[in-house]
C-alpha cells in the first residue's frame, strides 16, 4: 500500500517551453502533496506544499509564477514548469501525507537543453 | 530554527561489518524523526521512523536506529552490513508534529559504501 508515481520518469525538452509532471498517491487520498528539487549529490529541497481545492504554498525564494502546482484531486497534483530554462534542469520528488507519514514518488529527471 | 545535520557526507563500511549513519536535530518540543534511503536516479524509501516509546526502533532492511533525547541525535544502524545497503541515507525530522501534513525537513544526506 501507499504507493505514489510520477509521470514522466525522465523528460527532456527546449529551452522555453513548458513541463508538466503529474504526481499520484495509487491506493489513498492524500489532501497534501509535497514538491522537491534535488541537485546531484544533494539533500531534497522543499519546493511548495500542494493541498487539494486550494493554492499551494510556496516556499521562500521559489518563484510561483514558473513552478505551477495543481491540485485537482485527492490523488492528483500537477508541477508545471513554465518557460524552462537549463538551470531548471534538476531531479524533482512529489510525496504524499498519509497518516503522518510521507511517501514519495520514484522522482522525474528534467533535462532543458 | 529547525534543523537536522549529518556531520559525515560519507561512511565506508567493509561487509559484514556493523555500520551507522549519524544523525543529530535541533527542534523545539518532541520530534518525529525518519531516517529514509535513496538508490540512484530513485525516489526515497522509508526505512523507520520515531515518534514515541522504546528508543530503539527497528525497521526495515535490518535497520534500526536509537533516540537519544539528551544528546539529540537519532543514529542509524545496521549490525552486518551488505554491498547492497550501499546507497544515499537522509535523516529527516517533522516540523509540526499536530498536523497530519506537515513537511520533512531533511538532513544533507550519508553516502553509505559497503565494500565486499
Known amino acids: 500500500g501507499a504507493v505514489v508515481s510520477q509521470h514522466p520518469s525522465w523528460v527532456i525538452c527546449k529551452s522555453g517551453t513548458s513541463v508538466k509532471i503529474e504526481c499520484r498517491s495509487l491506493?489513498?487520498?492524500?489532501?497534501?502533496m509535497f514538491w522537491y528539487r534535488q541537485f546531484p549529490k544533494q539533500s531534497l529541497m522543499l519546493m511548495a506544499t500542494?493541498?487539494?481545492?486550494?493554492?499551494?504554498?510556496?516556499e521562500q525564494g521559489v518563484e510561483k509564477d514558473k513552478f505551477l502546482i495543481n491540485h485537482a484531486s485527492l490523488t492528483l497534483s500537477t508541477l508545471t514548469v513554465t518557460s524552462a530554462h537549463p538551470e531548471d534542469s534538476s531531479f524533482y520528488i512529489c510525496?504524499?501525507?498519509?497518516?503522518?507519514?510521507?511517501?514519495f514518488g520514484p522522482g522525474t529527471r528534467l533535462t532543458v537543453t | 530554527a529547525q534543523s537536522v545535520a549529518q556531520p559525515e557526507d560519507q561512511v565506508n563500511v567493509a561487509e559484514g561489518n556493523p555500520l551507522t549513519v549519524k544523525c543529530t536535530y535541533s527542534?523545539?518540543?518532541?520530534?518525529?524523526l525518519f531516517w529514509y534511503v535513496q538508490y540512484p536516479n530513485r525516489g526515497l524509501q522509508f526505512l523507520l521512523k520515531?515518534?514515541?516509546?522504546?528508543?530503539l526502533v527497528k525497521g526495515s532492511y535490518g535497520f534500526e536506529a536509537e533516540f537519544n533525547k539528551s544528546q539529540t541525535s537519532f543514529h542509524l544502524k545496521k549490525p552486518s552490513a551488505l554491498v547492497s545497503d550501499s546507497a544515499l541515507y537522509f535523516c529527516?525530522?517533522?516540523?509540526?508534529?499536530?498536523?497530519?501534513?506537515?513537511?520533512?525537513?531533511f538532513g544533507q544526506g550519508t553516502t553509505l559504501q559497503v565494500k565486499p
Open positions: 510525496s504524499a501525507s498519509s497518516h503522518y507519514e510521507q511517501y
Open positions: 491506493d489513498f487520498q492524500a489532501t497534501t
Open positions: 500542494s493541498n487539494e481545492g486550494s493554492k499551494a504554498t510556496y
Open positions: 527542534v523545539s518540543g518532541n520530534p518525529y
Open positions: 520515531y515518534i514515541t516509546g522504546d528508543n
Open positions: 529527516a525530522v517533522r516540523v509540526s508534529r499536530s498536523s497530519n501534513t506537515g513537511k520533512l525537513i
